[in-house]
DNA sequence: GTGTGTGCAAACCGTTTGCAGAGAG
DNA sequence: CTCTCTGCAAACGGTTTGCACACAC
């Protein structure tokens, strides 16, 4: 039952702070694997997920699971074309919960992630 | 090329239409499968992505994808319990992706998903 | 008749899990 | 020594795809 230090996990908290991206555990993976090369994948699911239950992250729900190392409930910006997932500056607004607390759900937070297309994408590609 | 008419697909898109909950591939399958026997999960597949693309349809992103026949831009409580998703009548803020529109990113739309407990479940499991 | 849509089954991708062995306390 | 964590590989669930046939036009 007591959580025990890792390295493995270790690295895969520290690679999830030091990435601007919200990384996917596959990015993750593809990133510690030079430095750790018997690292698999289950290691790196099961962290993600003790770490978020344990606080440390949060998990960005999507088709595939992003994780985030900014506790404080934000917002986020999707590009649709490269699926590249960064924060907003726009504030999270607890007054949303408070006001969507009715027909007698009991609210937890929210999900607030604007899609678009991202500056690097909209250069390269004009058109479609 | 030409877009043809297909039974299958007025009838995936009439059940999405029907279900007050947003409903997902699977579900529709389910719903159909008595009248439809023939029916497979591929074709689902394939009109609800067709007709998404032509407009009629709303695709709501998360890991398992759900369909709205809703498509006037508006947001959603999702059951972190029983993973039903449903309409808020919290209104859609527009003026949020003009506000967002900072950064050279360009913002086509947003999801606003509040995630917290349905009535139902809260009186089934007061714990946990 | 031409070509889109369908049913079926296999493939695919992200994620989870069972197991035996490695490592932390 | 105990018990958690790991690597590996198999399994899993949602989704996509290749193929031959059916059906709309």
Tied chains: 1, 2.
């Excluded at 595939?64 to 409930?73: G, I, K, S, W, Y």
Aim: charged letters at 25%; a positive charge.
């Amino acid at each position: 039952m007591t959580t025990r230090f890792s390295q493995q996990r270790e690295r895969i908290y520290k690679a999830v702070c030091a990435s601007k991206e919200h990384p996917s555990a596959q990015m993750i993976y593809d990133t510690l694997r030079p430095e750790l090369p018997r690292l698999s994948l289950g290691t790196v699911y099961r962290n993600l997920h003790q770490l978020a239950q344990e606080g440390r992250l949060v998990e960005i729900g999507g088709p595939t699971a992003r994780f985030d190392a900014v506790l404080r409930p934000h917002t986020h910006i999707r590009c649709r074309r490269c699926q590249r997932l960064i924060d907003t500056d726009w504030p999270y607004d607890a007054a949303l919960d408070r006001a969507a607390a009715a027909k007698g759900w009991s609210i937890q937070d929210h999900e607030l992630i604007f899609n678009g297309i991202c500056p690097a994408c909209a250069e390269k590609n004009t058109n479609i």
